[in-house]
């Protein structure tokens, strides 16, 4: 079962920038399409942004102009680079591998972000 690891999450206020990062444990990393998720207390798991194999990228309304997804393959490793953020932005982040936005492995620990003043 593939297992993936979710870091950088942290306390920023409003108008920051934090930069998350995933690290998935498959050889196959690079013919997935990944993904990034959050969910804010109280709501369900929303789909944030996502990278094809070949680089093709998509963001949700709420983020896009201000997130972006890249993807390093050599160390089969996702980020998610977040400027401008809101308190709106506030949800434990989590990544994974998907196919029309269906999450395919199971979830990790996640990585909370905050943003507070």
């Known amino acids: 079962q593939v297992q993936d690891v979710e870091s950088g999450g942290g306390l920023v206020q409003p108008g920051g920038s934090l930069r998350l990062s995933c690290a998935a444990s498959?050889?196959?990393?690079?013919?997935?399409?990944m993904a990034w998720y959050r969910q804010a207390p109280g709501k369900e798991r929303e789909l944030v942004a996502t990278i094809a194999s070949g680089g093709m990228t998509n963001y949700a309304g709420s983020v896009a102009g201000r997130f972006t997804i890249s993807r390093d393959n050599a160390k089969n490793t996702v980020f998610l680079h977040m400027n401008r953020l809101k308190p709106a932005d506030t949800a434990v982040y989590y990544c994974?591998?998907?196919?029309?936005?269906?999450?395919?492995?199971?979830w990790g620990q996640g990585t909370q972000v905050t943003v507070s003043s």
């Open positions: 994974n591998a998907a196919r029309s936005g269906i999450p395919l492995w199971d």
């Open positions: 498959t050889s196959l990393f690079s013919i997935y399409t």
